[in-house]
Nanobody, 122 residues
C-alpha cells in the first residue's frame, strides 16, 4: 500500500518561491502517475501538475504554466513541485496524489497525501 507524505509548504510574499516534496513509501518505485492538486477554502480541488514517471512527461494547468515545475527523484521515491513567482491566488492546500493514469479530476486518484498549506501574501 503506497503512502504519500507532503512537505515544504509555508507562507511567502508574492513573487517568492517554495518547493514542495512528496515522499512515497510502501513501494520500490513511484507509481506511474504522480500529480499535485490544490484546493482553496472556497474552491474545488484542481490539478496543477502531473508527471508520468516512466517517461518523465509533464503537464501543467494554464494558471501555473511557466512558474511551476514538477520533477521526480527516483533514488528518493520523491516527486517535487518547484513554485516560483508565487501569487496570492496560489494560496491553497496542496495535495500529492498517485495513480496508474493521470486523470484531470481528483476522483481518478485513490492515493493521497495529507496536504501541505501554501499561503502567499500580497
Amino acid at each position: 500500500q503506497v503512502q504519500l507524505m507532503e512537505s515544504g509548504g509555508g507562507s511567502v510574499q508574492a513573487g517568492g518561491s517554495l518547493r514542495l516534496s512528496c515522499a512515497a513509501s510502501g513501494s520500490t518505485r513511484l507509481t506511474d502517475c504522480m500529480a499535485w492538486f490544490r484546493q482553496a477554502p472556497w474552491g474545488t480541488r484542481e490539478r496543477v501538475a502531473r508527471i508520468y514517471t516512466r517517461t518523465g512527461n509533464t503537464n501543467y494547468a494554464d494558471s501555473v504554466k511557466g512558474r511551476f515545475t514538477i520533477s521526480q527523484d527516483n533514488a528518493k521515491n520523491t516527486v517535487n513541485l518547484q513554485m516560483n513567482s508565487l501569487k496570492p491566488e496560489d494560496t491553497a492546500m496542496y495535495y500529492c496524489a498517485a495513480g496508474e493514469v493521470c486523470y484531470t479530476t481528483p476522483e481518478g486518484f485513490r492515493t493521497w497525501g495529507q496536504g501541505t498549506q501554501v499561503t502567499v501574501s500580497s
